[in-house]
T-cell receptor
Framework: NAGVTQTPKFRVLKTGQSMTLLCAQD?????MYWYRQDPGMGLRLIHY???????AKGEVPDGYNVSRLKKQNFLLGLESAAPSQTSVYFC?????????????FGSGTRLTVV | DQQVKQNSPSLSVQEGRISILNCDYT??????FLWYKKYPAEGPTFLIS?????DKNEDGRFTVFLNKSAKHLSLHIVPSQPGDSAVYFC????????????FGEGTQLTVNP
């Protein structure tokens, strides 16, 4: 059971380049999320989706776009990368938005923008 | 507005002793509280949760305590082991739908042999 799979695991971008981070889950979860983790800042929500074809903004959405064309996939795009987007990105999915069962996270993508 | 706060960025304890990680929250509507553990180069993994109708939940060496009047929860690890060294995040939500998890900043626990 793979759970949540993120690709790539590492990437170095030059300022202004674009890229897409892929997230796939095999648990038939309705809800999916993209977080970034920065030192001392915890996990900050970028965008999320409450079902196939839906997306919504989180706490820090600027500079990112997302798409959820299929229930199992949630894509995070950076159209013009900036050094401030250097971070570790985590995708997560869940059966419920809140409650006691929480979210299942992927192993992360470490992105460096130079 | 940081609704979930972990005021200690780091904690160091000796193997075999108790580790106590703390978390404070401001939203009185939170009714589910969770702890996650994160190792380097891995994603956070669910550790233990508690609902607001309880004040304690135990799972092996891990116990979470909830003090609703103080809006405070804590995670106790007894006895601590070197393999417990990780970043611990607390999280909270209002109900099971319509409200996502809100995470704290994390506490780096180091258990020394």
């Amino acid at each position: 059971n793979a759970g949540v799979t993120q690709t790539p695991k590492f990437r170095v971008l030059k300022t202004g380049q674009s890229m897409t981070l892929l997230c796939a889950q095999d648990m038939n979860h309705e809800y999916m999320y993209w977080y970034r983790q920065d030192p001392g800042m915890g996990l900050r929500l970028i965008h999320y989706s409450v079902g196939e074809g839906t997306t919504a903004k989180g706490e820090v959405p600027d500079g990112y776009n997302v798409s959820r064309l299929k229930k199992q996939n949630f894509l995070l795009g950076l159209e013009s990368a900036a050094p401030s987007q250097t971070s570790v990105y985590f995708c997560a999915s869940s059966y419920l938005q809140g409650g006691p069962y929480g979210y299942t996270f992927g192993s992360g993508t470490r992105l460096t923008v130079v | 507005d940081q609704q979930v706060k972990q005021n200690s960025p780091s904690l160091s304890v000796q193997e075999g002793r108790i580790s106590i990680l703390n978390c404070d929250y401001t939203n009185s509507m939170f009714d589910y509280f969770l702890w996650y553990k994160k190792y380097p180069a891995e994603g956070p993994t669910f550790l233990i949760s508690i609902s607001s109708i309880k004040d304690k939940n135990e799972d092996g060496r891990f116990t979470v305590f909830l003090n609703k009047s103080a809006k405070h929860l804590s995670l106790h690890i007894v006895p601590s082991q070197p393999g417990d060294s990780a970043v611990y995040f607390c999280a909270a939500s209002e109900g099971t739908s319509g409200s996502r998890l809100t995470f704290g900043e994390g506490t780096q626990l180091t258990v020394n042999p």
